[in-house]
């Protein structure tokens, strides 16, 4: 898997004081980390960053590649912003994202179209959130037909079918796996990605790492090629890398109602085995669901 790292982000305390205050050690020294970690791209999430949206997206690019030479993907709602770092970005960038909005398509297509830049096409509608895989699809052949009519391949494209946290959305979070079980015969050429810690969202922290796993492995299995993590979640990694072939066949057991004797599982599988049913919903999430 294509794996894009999410440390680099305004709203934690250490990152978000590094890039109000330009110090580039800081966010050099994470970007470097990021690729020492197996990162593919690293994300910078400035947020909307209002008026001075412009002058931090290019100080950060800039910032970034000067220590390593990945690419970037430009995290912001702020339209200028990612316009100055497609500008200064070495390479193809990746821009994070345009919305299946007809406002959004208008203003940021023509962009990536003039920069040849990736983008990850986000598959948030003119009604908000898809309600479920279905709407999804018509979302995703709403971006492919109006970039197809830039001239903009598939190839360019990165559908984003919105992770949702568990604890809030159950429904959500099954109807993302359930698309992603088409995706590939809607959107022929196309990538796919997605911000996986958004399904852990709320949890306790001790239980996101196994919630993120778990999901991860699900997506993947249905044909997800890519997807925002945390660059320093080791376990989550070997899952991306194929590196647990073993937790994965457990999982898919699980995803196709094949029959498990949890008596028979050790602590680590029983804990993935829990995971996978409350994400399936087969079991309610509550806190406690691997005590149970």
Request: glycine share 6%; proline share 5%; hydrophobic share 40%.
């Amino acid at each position: 898997m294509i794996l894009i790292g999410e440390n680099m982000n305004i709203m934690t305390k250490k990152y978000g004081k590094a890039m109000r205050e330009r110090d580039a050690k800081t966010i050099q020294e994470l970007a470097i980390k990021e690729k020492e970690l197996g990162m593919d791209y690293i994300d910078l999430n400035i947020g909307p960053a209002g008026r001075i949206g412009e002058e931090l997206m290019e100080w950060i690019v800039k910032t970034v590649q000067e220590v390593v030479d990945l690419p970037c993907a430009l995290d912001t709602s702020n339209i200028a912003a990612i316009e100055a770092g497609l500008k200064v970005h070495k390479g193809r960038a990746l821009i994070n994202s345009i919305s299946a909005r007809p406002d959004r398509m208008e203003a940021l297509l023509p962009i990536a179209k003039k920069y040849d830049a990736d983008f990850v096409g986000l598959l948030w509608g003119p009604e908000g959130m898809p309600r479920d895989e279905n709407e999804r699809g018509a979302l995703a052949a709403e971006l492919m037909f109006r970039a197809s009519e830039l001239g903009i391949p598939n190839e360019r494209m990165w559908i984003d079918p919105i992770v949702t946290p568990v604890n809030v959305q159950q429904n959500q979070v099954i109807a993302c796996y359930e698309f992603m079980k088409m995706f590939q015969d809607i959107a022929p050429g196309c990538k796919s990605t997605c911000g996986l810690s958004n399904v852990s969202n709320g949890a306790p922290e001790h239980l996101r790492p196994i919630l993120n796993q778990t999901y991860l492995i699900m997506l993947k299995n249905n044909g997800m090629m890519s997807a925002i993590v945390d660059c320093f979640d080791e376990d989550l990694k070997k899952i991306a890398w194929g590196e647990r072939p073993d937790i994965e066949e457990l999982v898919m057991k699980v995803c196709n109602d094949e029959d498990i004797d949890p008596a028979s599982l050790n602590e680590e599988e029983l804990n993935y085995y829990k995971t996978a049913r409350v994400l399936l919903g087969k079991t309610l999430y509550s806190d406690s669901w691997l005590e149970l």
